[in-house]
C-alpha cells in the first residue's frame, strides 16, 4: 500500500500558485518526499524530491513540515499545461532498484 | 540525452500471439523497470533489473517474461496474454544507487488484447 495520502482533485485557476498536500505521516528517517505527475497519455514526469529541506528548481518548491509528516508541493505559476495526476511517494533515496509504488494521486486541473 | 524510448507506441495482439515490447536508454543507468498502468489507475511495478539482473518480480504471470539484453535495453516479451492485460506499459530507467536515484519513464506502449 501506498504509504502517503493525497486529495482526490484539486482545481487551480491559471497563472495562480498551486498548493498540492500530501499527507505521510509514517516517513521513517532515511526516506524521502518525491513528487511526479502524469500529463494525460503519458508517461510519468520527475518532479522534485526531498529530506527535511525545502527543495526548489525549475518546475516547482517542496515545501516539507518539520515534523516530515506532511508536505506541500507548489507550482508557482501554474498553467493549462499543468494540467495532470500529481504523485507524491516516499522512498529511501539511493535504496538500490527498488521502483516506486504509486498511490492514486492528485488530479489537477487548471482552469483557464 | 534524458529519454527513454519505447516501441512499438501501440500494439493489437491476439490471445494466442508473441510479442515483445523495447525499450532503450542512452543515460547509462543501471535499474530499468517495467510498469503496467490500467485505465484510471496508478502504474503498478512489474519487474526490476538492477545491473542486467532481475532483481524483483512482484509476481507478475509467467506469460509476461522480462529480458535486459545489455545495460541500454529492456524486453517484454507477450505470450498468451488475455483481455484483461490490456493496459499502458510503461519502461523506466534509473540509477539504482545515490541521492539521485529519481526515476525518467517512457511515454509507454498501448497493449490491446483482442
Known amino acids: 500500500d501506498a504509504k502517503t495520502t493525497q486529495p482526490p482533485s484539486m482545481d487551480c485557476a491559471e497563472g495562480r500558485a498551486a498548493n498540492l498536500p500530501c499527507n505521510h505521516s509514517t516517513i521513517s528517517g532515511n526516506e524521502y518526499v518525491y513528487w511526479y505527475r502524469q500529463i494525460h497519455s503519458q508517461g510519468p514526469q520527475y518532479i522534485i524530491h526531498g529530506l527535511k529541506n525545502n527543495e526548489t528548481n525549475e518546475m516547482a518548491s517542496l515545501i516539507i513540515t518539520e515534523d516530515r509528516k506532511s508536505s506541500t508541493l507548489i507550482l508557482p505559476h501554474a498553467t493549462l499545461r499543468d494540467t495532470a495526476v500529481y504523485y507524491c511517494?516516499?522512498?529511501?533515496?539511493?535504496?538500490?532498484?527498488?521502483?516506486?509504488?504509486f498511490g492514486k494521486g492528485t488530479h489537477l486541473i487548471i482552469q483557464p | 540525452d534524458t529519454e527513454v524510448t519505447q516501441t512499438p507506441k501501440h500494439l493489437v495482439m491476439g490471445m494466442t500471439n508473441k510479442k515483445s515490447l523495447k525499450c532503450e536508454q542512452h543515460?547509462?543507468?543501471?535499474?530499468m523497470y517495467w510498469y503496467k498502468q490500467k485505465a484510471k489507475k496508478p502504474p503498478e511495478l512489474m519487474f526490476v533489473y538492477s545491473y542486467e539482473k532481475l532483481s524483483i518480480n512482484e509476481s507478475v504471470p509467467s506469460r509476461f517474461s522480462p529480458e535486459c539484453p545489455n545495460s541500454s535495453l529492456l524486453n517484454l516479451h507477450l505470450h498468451a496474454l488475455q483481455p484483461e492485460d490490456s493496459a499502458l506499459y510503461l519502461c523506466?530507467?534509473?540509477?539504482?544507487?545515490?541521492?539521485?536515484?529519481?526515476?525518467?519513464f517512457g511515454q509507454g506502449t498501448r497493449l490491446t488484447v483482442v
Open positions: 543515460m547509462g543507468h543501471r535499474a
Open positions: 511517494i516516499v522512498r529511501v533515496a539511493g535504496g538500490g532498484a527498488d521502483g516506486l509504488t
Open positions: 523506466a530507467s534509473s540509477r539504482p544507487t545515490g541521492r539521485n536515484t529519481e526515476a525518467f
